[in-house]
């Protein structure tokens, strides 16, 4: 299994500005992902992140708004830029292990 | 694009009793993964169980299996002996050759003491 850590735990941000949030896992891995779960919802994909590569953005997510950096085998960052109430959610990361996803503890953002 | 539909958005057990939860599915794919994720009010999603379409056996982790059913893309969780620390929402999760995992809208169960 994995261990994955996720920086910050929470934050409440002002409309307009922009959070970056951190995923870093303790091995090496090639597939990462990031999960929106809006409140109350269930979790929706928001892009795949394999090192090495760009992103690949899922339908109604763009990288415009949702930049995502993966410079190495167990880090990567996913930007909400621009943000608006709407973007208050959990941002979960993943990675792909033997057959089974392994997720961080979330992010939880909320906007005003 | 595949679909995952959980009915139940609520259920509740007893403590010590059993239920079970229901998931379907839709694909086109014929080698897939399916998932029980637990997600705790701590927000951490837990995996419960895994089941390979290719496998006929249905999969089990000591009080949790699952009734498999893939002509009728059917995919439940029983979960024996319920205890307070069950208490939680339950995502099924399909996984197909591009390794993404498509949710369902999850059930929400609670464990009377």
């Known amino acids: 299994s994995a261990v994955i850590s996720q920086k910050p735990s929470r934050d409440i941000c002002q409309r307009g500005t922009s959070l970056t949030i951190q995923c870093q896992v303790d091995?090496?891995?090639?597939?990462m992902f990031w999960y929106r779960q809006q409140p109350g919802q269930s979790l929706t994909l928001i892009a795949t992140a394999n090192q090495g590569s760009e992103a690949t953005y899922e339908s109604g997510f763009v990288i415009d708004k949702f930049p995502i950096s993966r410079p190495n085998l167990t880090f990567s960052t996913l930007t909400v830029s621009n943000m608006s109430p709407e973007d208050s959610s959990i941002y979960l990361c993943?990675?792909?292990?033997?057959?089974?996803?392994?997720f961080g503890p979330g992010t939880r953002l909320t906007v005003t | 694009a595949q679909t995952v539909t959980q009915s139940q958005p609520e259920m509740s057990v007893q403590e010590a009793e059993t239920v079970t939860l229901s998931c379907t599915y839709d694909?086109?794919?014929?080698?897939?993964?399916l998932f029980w994720y637990k997600q705790p009010p701590s927000r951490q999603m837990i995996l419960v169980i895994r089941?390979?379409?290719?496998?006929?056996q249905n999969a089990t982790e000591n009080r949790f299996s699952v009734n498999f059913q893939k002509a009728a893309k059917s995919f439940s969780l029983k979960i024996s002996d319920s205890q307070l620390g069950d208490t939680a929402m339950y995502f099924c999760?399909?996984?197909?050759?591009?390794?993404?995992?498509?949710f369902g809208k999850g059930t929400l169960l609670t464990v009377n003491p």
């Open positions: 999760a399909f996984r197909g050759s591009n390794y993404k995992l498509t």
């Open positions: 091995s090496q891995v090639t597939m």
């Open positions: 993943s990675v792909e292990g033997s057959y089974e996803q392994y």
């Open positions: 694909t086109s794919e014929n080698n897939y993964y």
């Open positions: 089941q390979e379409a290719y496998k006929q």
